[in-house]
């Protein structure tokens, strides 16, 4: 099951304010920026965020799930807990990087 759009414009919703926020469709699925940094991945209306140790004590309650066949485990974030999300959001924010822009390569 793919993730709906009216589910991913709720994420949305839920971090206005937070930053420049947008939304990238990916093999039915979307991930979500904040500030052009990757930091949500919705999938099958699922919000997932990577584990990494700066979330541990935010995020030690939460459900751990694999977002798609292939990945790592994620915490899968409780997108209806907004001040939590913004919490987690903000730390998230501050460490991802910016994605590097890949050269297209000339065959």
């Known amino acids: 099951m793919a ?3 009216e589910y991913i414009e709720y994420v949305c919703e839920q971090l206005n304010g937070i930053g420049e926020l947008r939304y990238r ?12 940094k990757p930091v949500l991945l919705v ?13 541990h004590e935010l995020m030690h309650d939460a459900s751990i ?5 292939g990945s790592k485990e994620h915490y899968i974030l409780d997108i209806d807990n907004r001040d939590h999300v913004r ?3 903000e730390i998230l924010e501050q460490v991802i990087p910016v994605p ?8």
């Open 3 to 5: 993730t709906e759009l």
């Open 25 to 36: 469709k990916m093999f039915g699925e979307y991930m979500v920026y904040v500030n052009d």
């Open 43 to 55: 999938c099958d209306n699922t919000v997932y965020i990577k584990k990494i140790e700066c979330l």
């Open 65 to 69: 799930g694999i977002p798609y066949e």
């Open 87 to 89: 919490e987690v959001v």
């Open 100 to 107: 590097k822009k890949r050269r297209k390569v000339k065959a």
